[in-house]
């Protein structure tokens, strides 16, 4: 069956920095791999979506890449700020019309 | 815009009593999909529906649980005589299109039952 690995429970970053989020998985080649956002008590929510055939994608401070070959996926948020603190969650295709999510990683961001 | 709305927020039942969760789907949305939060793990799947129809329920526990999306008014997810295990935030989303073509979902805020 499926497994998704994302990095640590929890990753604390200074603000400004760069926060690197980590997704592996196993047992699957999933024709996309997407990122949410959830916050405390709130569904969560759509970042961005990266094709099996892209490398990369960008939407303002947000960035992902996609490895199939090791079967990862990066996601990075550059100049982060406090409001950045929140769970972050990637979610696989797997087909059958439905994703497969990790348990996510908590990212708190210290002024 | 009003988004997807789920209600109630929060549902307290006692063991062996029903429970009843409902999820407005966003304005031109007619696909909708039921995942359960469990603490400490992440989102699994339950059901997929369209208008009047179960097009993928292979996440539903076999009892207990049923879910129906009717032609008028929201998608229900039934749970029939509650059990503490059934405690967890329950999350429905809606996409215009089956997600086979890889855009995001929407979801709602959830609503939190609670078994005592």
């Known amino acids: 069956s499926q497994k998704i690995e994302q990095n640590s429970e929890a990753l604390n970053i200074q603000e400004g920095k760069t926060a690197t989020l980590t997704c592996n998985y196993t047992?699957?080649?999933?024709?996309?791999l997407q990122w949410y956002r959830q916050d405390p008590g709130r569904g969560p929510v759509f970042l961005l979506l990266?094709?099996?055939?892209?490398k990369e994608k960008r939407k303002e401070r947000l960035k992902v890449t996609f490895d199939t070959t090791l079967k990862q996926s990066l996601f990075h948020i550059t100049a982060s700020q406090p409001a950045d603190s929140a769970t972050y969650l990637c979610a696989l295709d797997v087909g059958a019309n439905n994703l497969f999510f990790g348990t996510g990683t908590r990212l708190t961001v210290i002024p | 815009n009003a988004g997807v709305m789920q209600n109630p927020r929060h549902l307290v039942r006692r063991r062996g009593q029903e429970a009843r969760l409902r999820c407005s789907p966003m304005k031109g949305h007619s696909h909708v999909y039921w995942y359960r939060q469990l603490p400490e793990e992440g989102l699994k799947f339950m059901v997929y529906l369209q208008k009047e129809n179960i097009i993928d329920e292979s996440g539903m526990p076999k009892e207990r649980f049923s879910a129906e999306f009717p032609k008028e008014g929201p998608s229900i997810l039934r749970i029939q005589q509650v059990v503490r295990g059934d405690s967890a935030a329950y999350f429905c989303?809606?996409?215009?299109?089956?997600?086979?073509?890889?855009?995001?979902?929407?979801f709602g805020s959830g609503t939190r039952l609670t078994v005592v």
């Open positions: 989303a809606s996409s215009p299109i089956s997600d086979r073509v890889g855009r995001g979902y929407t």
């Open positions: 990266i094709r099996e055939n892209e």
């Open positions: 047992n699957y080649s999933p024709a996309y």
